[in-house]
């Protein structure tokens, strides 16, 4: 984020956010994301879940669902396995990683 806004990540900028787009197939992914995480954070209190938001990014005409990235600490990354890669699938097309500065 520059500016109270969210940019693309770019060289080496670490990102600390994912924006995930509009699908041709799914015109209500975002929006249905958004309220499963709304949905998420209500019925399970006690339980971290990652800040989400609907908003625009810098360049792109279209909102996009901003999910803070949960893998990165101050110090560092923290690894894991997300299930596209386990399933051997790779599905960035819809996806773009912002930074916050």
């Known amino acids: 984020m520059r500016d109270n806004k969210y940019v693309p990540a770019s060289g080496g ?8 787009f509009l699908s041709l197939s799914h015109s209500d992914l975002i929006v249905n994301e958004y309220l499963t995480m709304m949905a998420f954070k209500s019925l399970l ?23 803070k990235r949960f893998d990165r600490i101050e110090t560092g990354s923290i690894h894991f396995e997300e ?8 599905s960035l097309k819809n996806i773009m990683v912002l930074t916050k500065k």
């Open 13 to 20: 900028d670490k990102s600390t956010h994912i924006a995930k």
């Open 45 to 67: 209190p006690e339980d971290v879940i990652a800040e989400v938001s609907i908003a625009e990014v810098v360049g792109i005409c279209e909102p996009a669902l901003i999910v």
């Open 83 to 90: 299930f596209n890669q386990l399933l051997g699938r790779f």
